[in-house]
């Protein structure tokens, strides 16, 4: 499903980012970073929920902004029962929509607030996302103090949390389209190979949008997925060839741009749903404003894993979402 | 944060229920029941996500269409990672905004859909919820194997799903309005007093709905709580009275017309996503249609409960959102 919007801009972004972050190549581009995991609380579900709120208060800062003067919050991540975002809240104090779509989240917060922000059923609205390394681990496979070695295909979860402010004030960016994915399921069951779950579910979310826009994958200067990593980034590139005929040669992966893969133990590149807007809301923005990258359609591609169901031995879904962001002529 | 609605229509309903909820008072008016908890699937797990896809079947049945018809499902459960939702929708195979809101997702669901209708940007919206008793029990608190003692205060949560189709097509109950609420906390840290913990954010939500619409609270014919069981509906009356001197006389709550309180073993009532939608969708969906009641406002109450965080001595916040239908006058 894909929407035109006429009247979405986005106003302002922030980025909060863990040690590893800071160290790599994008390090002096975000708004926060952190010494350690803790980052002052007790426990890392409490530190990812702080980076969320500090993610939140670095936005309102930026725009001169209270949290009374924002009319919706948009947020999810990665914890059972999103409880980053929750606690979170309880602070950030604004009307809530709660949303899940692992790592395609920040994206899927992009759709439902612009479509809000576009009619006019909102003025503004915040859309948040959050990951940290050590809660996820714990979550999904191990704890990371069990040391347990891990596979060249999997990928690191990126320790970070991400704010878009929407609003129908024009300003540089504009969103201008976007297209809401599938679940899809090619019978994947390897939770230690992200990359080969969701490349067929990015494939598809950026055929239909293009095909639904009727463009040309040339309209955009960026195509950037969410989190690949440097095997899912191949597979992605090769299913869009054999399967539609597309040469994806403007596309990154931001897994593969977070990280110094050669030089940081984070085997395949990033992951989390942290990871693309950690990317995108420091260097890919900042190009943006300075005019050198002008069309960008960000594909946030989610690996819907559970333990659960991998203990059933079921396969593991996966969904993508799009949205087109381009600078917007009549400011330039 | 309150929304108005002009084109939103309620065009059909679906339920499908368990067999402690078939031999509950309002047994006979699901379209759908189960002999057992199994449903036919080898796991509790599968067992609701297959209740899911039965559901928007039933749902599609009702009105003669096809899936391809249907531009948007919004759709979300209590599981970790919202597998019964992400799973059923590889069948279902409908664009998808996977939601997290614990009890609130129905409403959470309604407030989307509605706003994306309302202005156009989308036809129709399947909004979707399930639990199930046996995968929730397992999940948050003990196998009901184990044969774990429950407090009197503890609700039981219903095993079923849900769905409604939003469309822009006219017909006998009309989206009128919804107010999103915001998540809160009382400071209650006990797992097993969910309607202590939500009583508070239902009041806050129904207060903030009357208030920015400027409506007495005899607007309404029903205002239909979600699961907040014996205990939490005396809390929620009470509070309203002597946070807002507000009577709510005209006050329902599901989980306690789910069951036969007296007679099943459901201690204080139902409780799950799909207590609310199981009790709206059957009894007073046609109790609306036969012009019996005209305005219902429904409050979806949200525990937004982590068994981590309660294992880290943190409370347990909440979040209800509230939507209200009403008879569309210029079809009677």
């Known amino acids: 499903m894909t929407f035109k919007y006429n009247d979405v801009y986005l106003e302002e972004v922030s980025s909060v980012a863990g040690p590893l972050e800071e160290q790599g190549p994008l390090g ?4 926060i970073t952190y010494k350690d995991y ?9 530190a990812e929920s702080k980076m969320l709120v500090d993610s939140v208060d670095a936005l309102l800062y930026k725009v001169n902004k209270l949290k009374q003067d924002i009319d919706v919050h948009i947020s999810g991540d990665l914890l059972n029962q999103i409880v980053s975002t929750n606690y979170a809240s309880l602070s950030i104090n604004i009307p809530l929509i709660g949303i899940y779509g692992a790592c395609s989240t920040s994206c899927l917060g992009l759709i439902i607030g612009s479509n809000m922000v576009d009619k006019g059923q909102v003025k503004n609205a915040i859309v ?3 990951s940290h390394n050590n809660s996820a681990e714990k979550q999904f496979r191990y704890p990371v103090e069990y040391g347990n070695i891990r596979r060249k295909m999997s990928t690191y979860t990126v320790t ?6 929407l609003s129908n004030k024009k300003s540089y960016i504009k969103v201008e389209s976007s297209t809401l994915g599938k679940v899809c399921d090619l019978g994947v069951k390897d939770a230690n190979n992200m990359g080969a779950v969701m490349a067929p579910s990015a494939a598809k979310t950026i055929y239909e949008h293009l095909k639904s826009l009727k ?4 309209y955009y200067d960026l195509i950037l997925t969410g989190d690949l990593g440097i095997y899912g980034k191949k597979i992605l590139r090769e299913y869009m060839k054999v399967e539609y005929n597309i040469d994806l040669n403007n596309h990154d992966d931001a897994a593969c741009m977070i990280y110094d893969i050669d030089k ?10 942290s990871c693309l807007p950690l990317v995108f809301n420091s260097y890919i923005y900042k190009q943006m404003l300075k005019g050198k990258i002008r069309r960008v359609l960000i594909v946030a591609t989610g690996a819907l894993l559970s333990t659960t169901m991998v203990n059933q031995k079921l396969s593991i879904p996966s969904i993508s979402h799009a949205v087109s962001l381009e600078v917007s002529d009549d400011l330039f």
Chains 1, 2 share one sequence.
Not at 38 to 46: A, D, F, I, P, R
């Open 128 to 130: 948040s996302t959050s």
């Open 160 to 165: 970070g949390a991400a704010s878009f402010l």
């Open 264 to 273: 940081q133990p984070v085997f395949a590149g990033g992951s989390g749903p």
């Open 28 to 31: 002096k581009n975000y708004d």
């Open 215 to 218: 463009r040309e994958v040339n």
């Open 38 to 46: 803790y980052v002052g609380m007790n426990t890392w579900e409490q």
